[in-house]
């Protein structure tokens, strides 16, 4: 062999050694990218369905359950909590938490003495689960200093006359307040009262589901005797170091000593700005009005974006940054009548809804939500035409509407 064919012969050898290896390089590469992008697709449908904010698949209508527990939470018995079992023994459909039911109870008019249905929503206050769906009602009292008042027809109707074994009508969870994300972003919640119950649902959510992402649960309670669930959010609390507890006695009593987890104060923007560090930026609030009309436009005030700022009210507190504009032009004098009330009245542009204008008239009508979605507040419209202050989540049936979120076009008559 010459010394020109070997030096050929070796050329070529390593040239189809590495044509080889470029070629297994290749493969693999391809392959791994392969994988990669099947991960990726994977992942994305993943946090997408966590993130969903679509609703879960319930049921329509109202559905029968069973009060399989009652469990009072506080010292004072004033906050109960109700184990709801459906009626049919097959598995509850999940939720996301913050969210609400609605509950249907007949309960006796207070005009004529006969029983009608009267609709109430209340937060989920656990983690999804098959089995069961827990509620948590706090007794509302007739306002200080009303004698000739009732107390709060529902929660002392729940309290006083619903019994373990008992049967109850149920929406399926429904509620624009609910978590957003699954991902890591630490998270700020601030509970006020009663308030807290959808707190606890997210919290125990997030925990079940191993989330590291770091909670803040600011607890804002008169003092112990009215604070629910302190042994599980104290256990939940020691046995989860990215959960960090925080319950502020506003009133605190001889027994509610500061000390881990407990502070003597309120809940409020300086407690938060001392307590939380700068990444925190996405915040859900709960609670009484006093609270939801300052922390909320007090976040806002401190640079929060108004997008992470998630809040829901229990009843018809106004959070100033999202007061409607009154709709109707001055000197536009609408009339609305309500036809089984008798009434035929001036509407007010600040009314806000229907619900509350019908509502600080003295006229009776059933209510729930008050956001569009449990449909409680659906009313027969006689004659005239009305405007949705935001779209109906509840089925709307033909010729009603919903009051609390519509305002009258013009002349108006509903059968309230
Ligand atoms: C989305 C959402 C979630 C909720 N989650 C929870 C929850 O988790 N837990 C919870 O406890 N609550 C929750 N609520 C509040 C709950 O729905 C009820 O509003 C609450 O239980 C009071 O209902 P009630 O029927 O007992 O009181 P109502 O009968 O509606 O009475 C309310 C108040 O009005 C007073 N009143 C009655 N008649 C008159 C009158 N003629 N004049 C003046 N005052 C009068 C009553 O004395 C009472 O103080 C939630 C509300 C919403 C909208």
Same mark, same amino acid.
């Given at each position: 062999m010459t010394l020109a064919s070997l030096t050929g012969f070796i050329v070529l050898a390593i040239a189809a050694q590495t044509a080889l290896w470029a070629g297994i390089v290749l493969l693999r590469h391809r392959r791994e990218y392969a994988s990669l992008r099947t991960r990726v697709r994977g992942n994305s449908v993943a946090s997408s369905a966590a993130g969903s904010t679509k609703k879960p698949s319930g049921w329509d209508g109202f559905r029968p359950f069973r009060v399989e527990r009652k469990v009072y939470e506080d010292k004072a018995h004033t906050i109960c909590s109700f184990y709801l079992v459906p009626g049919d023994g097959a598995p509850l459909p999940p939720f996301q938490p913050g969210q609400y039911l609605t509950l249907q109870l007949e309960v006796i008019g207070p005009e004529d003495g006969e029983p009608r249905p009267v609709t109430r929503c209340y937060s989920l206050?656990?983690?999804?689960?098959?089995e069961y769906y827990r509620v948590t009602v706090k007794r509302v009292p007739a306002p200080a200093g009303c004698t000739d008042v009732p107390p709060g027809r529902i929660s002392s109707h729940l309290h006083d006359g619903v019994q373990e074994g008992d049967q109850i009508l149920v929406k399926a969870p429904s509620g624009p307040?609910?978590?957003?994300d699954r991902g890591l972003s630490p998270l700020a919640l601030a509970g006020g009262g009663i308030g807290i119950t959808p707190m606890l649902s997210m919290v125990e959510t997030l925990l079940h589901e191993g989330s590291k992402r770091e909670i803040w649960l600011f607890y804002g309670v008169r003092d112990g005797a009215e604070q629910v669930m302190t042994q599980r959010l104290e256990e939940l609390a020691a046995n989860h170091p990215n959960l960090h507890l925080l319950v502020s006695y506003s &009133?605190?009593? /001889?027994?509610?000593?500061?000390g881990p987890y407990r502070r003597h104060g309120r809940v409020g923007i300086d407690l938060l700005r001392i307590t939380l560090? &700068?990444?925190? /930026?996405t915040f859900y609030v709960c609670g009484p009005p006093a609270l939801m009309e300052s922390l909320v436009p007090d976040l806002e005030a401190w640079g929060i974006p108004p997008d992470q700022i998630h809040y829901e009210t229990f009843g018809p507190a106004s959070v100033k940054r999202r007061q409607r504009p009154a709709v109707t032009a001055p000197g536009e004098p609408f009339t609305v009548t309500f036809a089984n009330s008798g009434k035929h009245l001036a509407w007010d542009p600040n009314a806000g809804s229907l619900l509350e204008f019908a509502e600080a008239n003295g006229i009776e009508v059933n209510s729930g939500c008050r956001s569009g979605a449990c449909g409680g507040c659906q009313t027969a419209v006689k004659e005239g035409d009305l405007d949705y202050l935001q779209p109906p989540e509840a089925d709307v049936e033909p010729g009603t509407c919903l009051l609390c979120i519509s305002t009258p076009k013009g002349d108006l008559t509903l059968s309230a």
């Open positions: 206050s656990d983690r999804p689960r098959p307040f609910h978590l957003r &009133r605190p009593g /001889e027994q509610d000593i500061a560090p &700068r990444q925190v /930026e």
